[in-house]
């Protein structure tokens, strides 16, 4: 998810994109994604974990999220980590309590301190480490949830770019040069030791909007719960 404390200073070009993706997308996305996701978890708790729900929220952006999920149901409980410093004005806000820095690569929590690693719109960003940053969820949880995005050749990766652009550039967020193909991913997370337990794809987060429906075609998004 896109942070606000990725960027000190936001340029016109930057504030436009951002007043743009809100109007047009970001809250209804993050509503229904949350519901989502809330619905996974509620899944695996139900599963296999018999007492609360403890999660963590890599890449964790603006908090929106973890917040959400958190919010429907007493029983799940989570922190986030991402790689930027907060603020000062944000330390001691509601929002913001659960939040920590990490350095992008070893997450700072002891083997198994959670039930379920949460990467929602994270891992495309970061191919470099992904097998790291996987492998290092794999110690600290017991599952997985991503959320994330599959390329079918040429056309879909310029549609996620420029999906990346509106939703991203504006925040300071690098824009990737490719993303996961189905058996690509495949191949990631078996190389990492993980299962796949189950996956949602597609998923249909932009009903509401015919435009960004048509384009931003259902299949490109899924979610996959990891064991």
């Not at 191949?187 to 597609?202: N, Q, T, W, Y």
């Amino acid at each position: 998810m896109s942070s606000p404390l990725a960027k000190d200073k936001k340029n016109f070009l930057d504030r436009m994109l951002i007043s743009f993706h809100r109007n047009v997308s970001h809250g209804n996305r993050v509503e229904l994604l949350s519901k989502l996701l809330y619905k996974e978890m509620r899944f695996l708790k139900e599963k296999d974990i018999k007492e609360s729900l403890f999660f963590l929220d890599v890449g964790c952006g603006d908090m929106t999220i973890g917040n959400s999920i958190a919010e429907m149901d007493t029983d799940i409980h989570f922190k986030g980590i991402d790689i930027h410093q907060i603020t000062d004005d944000l330390k001691n806000s509601e929002k913001w309590k659960n939040y920590s820095c990490f350095d992008g690569k070893t997450i700072p929590f002891a083997d198994n301190s959670f039930d379920v690693v949460l990467f929602s719109d994270v891992l495309h960003h970061d191919f470099d480490n992904i097998e790291r940053l996987l492998t290092e969820a794999k110690r600290v949880s017991k599952y997985i949830v991503i959320k994330d995005h599959f390329e079918y050749g040429f056309l879909s990766r310029k549609i996620l770019q420029l999906a990346d652009i509106v939703g991203n550039y504006g925040y300071g967020i690098s824009i990737p040069k490719k993303y996961m193909s189905k058996n690509s991913f495949l191949k990631l997370i078996s190389a990492c030791g993980l299962k796949e337990v189950r996956r949602m794809c597609p998923i249909h987060l932009y009903d509401h909007n015919l435009l960004v429906k048509t384009v931003f075609r259902p299949k490109y998004q899924f979610i996959s719960i990891l064991k």
